[in-house]
């Protein structure tokens, strides 16, 4: 069995400052875990993923996530919030076991302000 | 390349009609998934096609929904007859393993969504 839990429904932060969403899962074996990014009307897309290698992933537009198997935590982060980066944000986990589902959580709405 | 296209975009429709939901997935891509997001809910797996078979369907709701993808292209989910708690927006996601196998490292490639709402 596996769940992912998205700690805040919405973040707010100013254009500039530091971005971190966060995440904790909960899997029986280990983990792939991704990050989703959707803006309006927009599909869903990969920002970067955790497939049992380094630790800290480097996505797109500057986010990145440390997997950290004692706290259980895939926390994103971006250095300098953009415009561009309001939208949603889902955190995903699979079990790296051959074939798996992913499991959503509920999802961050991003909210940068000027 | 094109990405995963949806089609429509929005149906509205009235409890007791049906709709059908249309994905055409990434040329290739032998994966083939839907999910659904119920307002207020997480993303939920619904089912997975590995070219025309379904490989896994254990996240559909119930007998009302039928997902056929003949051919192995493009997929089609019916809801009939549609009930109010069907509203949502489905999402259908390709993608294609890497070794020829699927595995659960894949990236999935999402479609913008179908909103479907029922009155």
């Known amino acids: 069995a596996q769940s992912v839990t998205q700690l805040d429904s919405h973040v707010s932060v100013s254009e500039g400052t530091p971005v971190l969403l966060r995440c904790n899962y909960s899997?029986?074996?280990?983990?792939?875990l991704f990050w989703y990014v959707q803006h309006p009307n927009k599909g869903l897309q990969l920002l970067l993923k955790?497939?049992?290698?380094?630790?800290l992933v480097k996505g797109i537009n500057g986010f990145e996530a440390e997997f950290k198997k004692s706290e259980t935590s895939f926390h994103l982060t971006k250095p300098s919030a953009h415009m561009s980066d309001a939208a949603e944000y889902f955190c995903v986990v699979s079990a790296s076991k051959g074939y798996s589902t992913l499991t959503f959580g509920k999802g961050t709405m991003l909210l940068v302000s000027p | 390349e094109a990405g995963v296209t949806q089609f429509p975009s929005h149906s509205v429709i009235e409890k007791g009609q049906t709709v059908t939901l249309r994905c055409d997935p990434i040329s290739g891509h032998d994966n083939l998934y839907w999910y659904r997001r119920v307002m207020g809910k997480e993303i939920k797996f619904l089912l997975h096609f590995v070219k025309e078979s379904k490989q896994d369907e254990s996240g559909m709701p119930n007998n009302r929904f039928l997902a056929e993808r003949t051919g192995g292209t493009y997929s089609t989910l019916k809801v009939q007859p549609a009930e109010l708690e069907d509203s949502g927006v489905y999402f259908c996601?390709?993608?294609?393993?890497?070794?020829?196998?699927?595995?659960?490292?894949?990236?999935?490639?999402f479609g913008p969504g179908t909103r479907l709402t029922v009155l």
């Open positions: 955790y497939t049992s290698a380094a630790t």
């Open positions: 899997s029986s074996y280990s983990p792939s």
């Open positions: 996601a390709s993608s294609q393993p890497l070794a020829g196998g699927f595995t659960s490292t894949d990236t999935q490639y």
